[in-house]
């Protein structure tokens, strides 16, 4: 079974073409500044999939020290 839909896939690919033409912003409301990273790229694409409720796995959450 396919663990990211393939709407998803469309909204990766949206935020690297976004992040290419450098329209891509990262931060609250996107007002800092200009993706650079490919990895942030992808990284924003899927937030923005998860928000819109396509099939994407949950975030890993940061492990606790004990």
């Known amino acids: 079974m396919a663990r ?18 450098g329209t891509l912003k990262s931060g609250r409301g996107g007002k800092a500044g200009t993706v650079k990273s490919r990895k942030q790229a992808i990284a924003i694409g ?6 819109k409720g396509k099939k994407v796995p949950r975030r890993k959450s940061a492990r606790k020290r004990s």
């Open 4 to 21: 990211y839909s393939r709407n998803a896939a469309k909204d990766v690919k949206s935020a690297m073409r976004r992040r290419k033409k």
């Open 46 to 51: 899927l937030s923005e999939a998860r928000k």
